[in-house]
């Protein structure tokens, strides 16, 4: 079922990260060229981070079909393992923004609480900039999600990764000048325009941009969820460091900059908590070998 009218106009809104989830959905690595030595270090982390969450909330897992049965021998009989083509395990990028609603019934077709906004994908910033050249199956990964759940997709063509976005829940949204302005994403709109499209689509009042996101994420172009995310209303935690030599200082100095002028949708001041970020962490040789190019 695809929705066609902007969620605001329908009373939704994309909620806050804290607020309860119904369940969790998440994908299962395997590419050899991003993951090294085939992906089964990253497959054990991603099983415990699943089971972890499983203990306060249902989670569903998907894997290719060549994936499947690793996936389901590796993660507990009460996480759901789905089989799911993908070109990466993204799904923060590549799945759904979730919205939802308080209430009244516009219409038969509007009647659900829980919709889904299915954004463009182009692998972070398409065949010149983006991480690989073929991302047919990712576009597809949020279609197939709600798909499933039987949610409303309310479909959309400004590409644009949840990885991008932090709310509150409250009507304000935070995002980076250098990732949805970047010309690898949306080059024929205008930053008015893609802000009109935030406030449409995720039911917020106010977006505050920092200027850039967190030293050395080229592959995102400077995603906001690693630089600065809400903690509660009001409160965001900002990557921090104070070496006034390290290449991250000066953009947290910006972002902290932008923050202290800027109030929130309801007129509040933001408290800004510094959240200091570890130095440089290097691959060794041996991980290294372990990565197909």
């Given at each position: 079922m695809e929705m066609k009218p902007p969620p605001f106009t329908l009373g939704y809104h994309m909620p806050a990260e804290w607020e309860p989830h119904l369940q969790c959905w998440m994908g299962w690595p395997e590419r050899p060229d991003n993951w090294r030595d085939n992906a089964k270090h990253a497959q054990r982390v991603f099983a415990r981070v699943a089971t972890t969450i499983s203990k306060f909330e249902p989670v569903t897992v998907c894997a290719s079909a060549a994936q499947w049965e690793n996936a389901r021998t590796l993660l507990p009989p009460n996480v759901r393992v789905l089989e799911m083509s993908m070109n990466d395990a993204w799904f923060r990028d590549t799945g759904p923004t979730f919205v939802v609603r308080k209430g009244a019934v516009i219409s038969d077709n509007h009647k659900h609480r829980v919709a889904g906004i299915d954004w463009n994908f182009n692998s972070w910033g398409g065949i010149d900039d983006g991480c690989y050249e073929d991302w047919s199956l990712d576009l597809l990964v949020a279609r197939k999600i709600l798909g499933n759940e039987r949610l409303p997709r309310i479909p959309h063509t400004m590409i644009l990764e949840g990885g991008s976005i932090h709310v509150d829940g409250e009507g304000t949204c935070l995002t980076t000048e250098e990732c949805l302005l970047n010309k690898n994403r949306n080059p024929n709109m205008t930053k008015e325009e893609i802000e009109n499209e935030l406030k449409a689509y995720l039911g917020v009042e106010k977006v505050i941009w920092l200027?850039?996101?967190?030293?050395?994420?080229?592959?995102?172009?400077?995603?906001?969820?690693?630089?600065?995310?809400?903690?509660?209303?009001?409160?965001?935690?900002?990557?921090?460091?104070?070496?006034?030599?390290?290449?991250?200082?000066?953009?947290?100095?910006?972002?902290?900059?932008?923050?202290?002028?800027e109030k929130d949708a309801r007129g509040r001041k933001l408290e800004i908590v510094k959240l200091h970020v570890p130095g440089p962490l290097y691959m060794t040789d041996e991980e290294a070998d372990g990565v197909v190019q």
């Open positions: 200027p850039r996101g967190l030293y050395g994420d080229d592959d995102t172009n400077g995603h906001i969820d690693n630089m600065c995310c809400f903690a509660k209303p009001g409160v965001v935690v900002l990557s921090w460091i104070d070496d006034e030599k390290d290449p991250q200082y000066e953009r947290s100095m910006e972002a902290f900059t932008v923050l202290s002028n």
